[in-house]
């Protein structure tokens, strides 16, 4: 959410700063109600004055004897007027609320300006294709005799599912416990273990509700028809890392606070069908490894580099060559500031797709959630909420098997990865992947 203040004292220059991301602030039923919103404080400022007059007018007259019944009759009718002004001012605020949080955050000036992806630009490159002297498969061919199966995913829950076996499910549980790992014994990251299932008020927190509610897999309680509770399944552990700090002030001698988790992601992925059907590239379930930071406002882009180079670190471990490109102003999430994406090569698409974003949402988040500290001189500021994919579980995968595939079917595992694998240093299509069919 956007400071309030600041729009008050400088919205055309808020106002201009959003049309680089696409989005047109709605200025005339902001500055409507901004205008009712002074008129009716003028209002109660007016009848408050008057109460305060004519309570020393029934003073006086009373204390010199005289008639004030209408002075006390006039008095007695402000406490509705009062009451009256009171909800039409709620009902302002709310409006008023509801609209904020529906404004995306200000891209920071270092931000490329553009119009969507195409103006993304390029920060640098690390690694160098492989080269392959056989026909290159993609990931469902080769995983397909390594045990993964689309077909048992879409009998149980329709598309965009994934069912694993054997060697393949191995490798996708050794590479979360592999980035796990390197973020907390390397990257000072706290290990935390979150709910999958999360309140609207969560989500609202960290600028999923209400703007991406069609994007949400939502549960309830007792089911559909149940009077509970609208509950929400996570679409990144974003949302309870960052939210943990919600309402809270924490002390200065808390900062940074670095912590990371690996969760199962729902999205219901909505307006996107038709692109990236094929594969693990764009699902409904996926696995992440997610990092977030909560730091100070004065040094949180050098927290957003930091972060960058952690998601960097596991594909360089990895050994799969990526590039990193700053996202223009109108390819960035509703909550950054800057996002750093990292873009993986996947050869059978002859491409680098996106496998990490790495974003600064300043106070955005925080004063959504509340979420504030105390300084050195006990003033209490709102801190600046930094995540990004440390990195995506699936879309790793896909990258392994396709980077490290051979000609006979088999696939290399990744040297920073053996330790998790027992030691295996292939993958062989073998029976423990199969299933009859």
Same mark, same amino acid.
């Given at each position: 959410?956007?400071?309030?203040?600041?729009?008050?004292?400088?919205?055309?220059?808020?106002?201009?700063?959003?049309?680089?991301?696409?989005? @047109?602030?709605?200025?005339?039923?902001?500055?409507?109600?901004?205008?009712?919103?002074?008129?009716?404080?003028?209002?109660?400022?007016?009848?408050?004055?008057?109460?305060?007059?004519?309570?020393?007018?029934?003073?006086?007259?009373?204390?010199?004897?005289?008639?004030?019944?209408?002075?006390?009759?006039?008095?007695?009718?402000?406490?509705?007027?009062?009451?009256?002004?009171?909800?039409?001012? @709620?009902?302002?605020?709310?409006?008023?609320?509801?609209?904020?949080?529906?404004?995306?955050?200000?891209?920071?000036?270092?931000?490329?300006?553009?119009?969507?992806?195409?103006?993304?630009?390029?920060?640098?490159?690390?690694?160098?294709?492989?080269?392959?002297?056989?026909?290159?498969?993609?990931?469902?061919?080769?995983?397909?005799?390594?045990?993964?199966?689309?077909?048992?995913?879409?009998?149980?829950?329709?598309?965009?599912?994934?069912?694993?076996?054997?060697?393949?499910?191995?490798?996708?549980?050794?590479?979360?416990?592999?980035?796990?790992?390197?973020?907390?014994?390397?990257?000072?990251?706290?290990?935390?273990?979150?709910?999958?299932?999360?309140?609207?008020?969560?989500?609202?927190?960290?600028?999923?509700?209400?703007?991406?509610?069609?994007?949400?897999?939502?549960?309830?309680?007792?089911?559909?028809?149940?009077?509970?509770?609208?509950?929400?399944?996570?679409?990144?552990?974003?949302?309870?890392?960052?939210?943990?700090?919600?309402?809270?002030?924490?002390?200065?001698?808390?900062?940074?606070?670095?912590?990371?988790?690996?969760?199962?992601?729902?999205?219901?992925?909505?307006?996107?069908?038709?692109? @990236?059907?094929?594969?693990?590239?764009?699902?409904?379930?996926? @696995?992440?490894?997610?990092?977030?930071?909560?730091?100070?406002?004065?040094?949180?882009?050098?927290?957003?580099?930091?972060?960058?180079?952690?998601?960097?670190?596991?594909?360089?471990?990895?050994?799969?060559?990526?590039?990193?490109?700053?996202?223009?102003?109108?390819?960035?999430?509703?909550?950054?500031?800057?996002?750093?994406?990292?873009?993986?090569?996947?050869?059978?698409?002859?491409?680098?797709?996106?496998?990490?974003?790495?974003?600064?949402?300043?106070?955005?988040?925080?004063?959504?959630?509340?979420?504030?500290?105390?300084?050195?001189?006990?003033?209490?500021?709102?801190?600046?909420?930094?995540?990004?994919?440390?990195?995506?579980?699936?879309?790793?995968?896909?990258?392994?098997?396709?980077?490290?595939?051979?000609?006979?079917?088999?696939?290399?595992?990744?040297?920073?990865?053996?330790?998790?694998?027992?030691?295996?240093?292939?993958?062989?299509?073998?029976?423990?992947?199969?299933?009859?069919?």
């Amino acid at each position: 959410m956007l400071d309030l203040t600041m729009l008050r004292k400088q919205l055309p220059e808020v106002v201009a700063r959003l049309k680089t991301r696409g989005f @047109d602030f709605p200025e005339q039923e902001f500055n409507e109600l901004e205008a009712a919103r002074k008129d009716v404080q003028k209002k109660t400022e007016e009848l408050q004055n008057k109460r305060n007059t004519l309570s020393k007018q029934i003073g006086m007259a009373k204390r010199s004897g005289e008639d004030a019944t209408a002075l006390m009759e006039e008095a007695g009718k402000i406490p509705a007027e009062l009451t009256g002004l009171e909800k039409e001012l @709620d009902d302002i605020r709310a409006r008023l609320t509801d609209m904020m949080l529906r404004i995306p955050n200000l891209p920071h000036e270092s931000c490329p300006i553009g119009k969507d992806e195409t103006e993304n630009v390029e920060v640098r490159r690390w690694g160098t294709p492989r080269t392959f002297d056989f026909e290159v498969k993609d990931h469902v061919d080769i995983g397909a005799a390594l045990g993964m199966d689309f077909d048992t995913a879409g009998k149980l829950s329709g598309s965009r599912f994934c069912f694993m076996r054997g060697q393949i499910a191995r490798m996708h549980r050794a590479l979360a416990q592999f980035m796990l790992d390197t973020h907390t014994r390397e990257n000072g990251y706290i290990e935390c273990y979150t709910p999958y299932v999360v309140t609207a008020s969560t989500m609202q927190g960290t600028g999923q509700l209400p703007k991406f509610k069609d994007d949400l897999f939502a549960a309830k309680k007792g089911g559909a028809d149940s009077d509970q509770e609208q509950m929400y399944l996570v679409p990144t552990a974003e949302v309870t890392l960052t939210n943990q700090v919600a309402g809270m002030i924490l002390n200065y001698k808390d900062l940074p606070l670095k912590v990371t988790a690996h969760t199962p992601c729902f999205r219901s992925e909505a307006g996107s069908y038709g692109r @990236d059907t094929r594969g693990m590239i764009r699902q409904h379930q996926f @696995d992440k490894v997610e990092m977030v930071r909560i730091v100070r406002p004065e040094n949180s882009y050098e927290h957003l580099e930091e972060m960058t180079a952690n998601a960097e670190g596991i594909l360089q471990k990895l050994g799969l060559p990526y590039r990193v490109v700053a996202l223009s102003t109108g390819d960035m999430g509703f909550g950054a500031t800057k996002t750093y994406d990292l873009e993986v090569w996947i050869p059978a698409q002859n491409t680098y797709r996106e496998i990490s974003s790495c974003s600064n949402c300043e106070a955005f988040q925080a004063r959504r959630m509340g979420a504030r500290f105390k300084d050195e001189n006990g003033k209490v500021q709102y801190v600046h909420t930094l995540n990004g994919s440390g990195l995506a579980v699936g879309r790793t995968l896909v990258a392994v098997l396709e980077n490290y595939q051979n000609a006979d079917g088999t696939v290399t595992v990744p040297e920073a990865l053996r330790p998790y694998m027992n030691g295996v240093e292939v993958l062989r299509p073998t029976e423990d992947g199969a299933f009859p069919h």
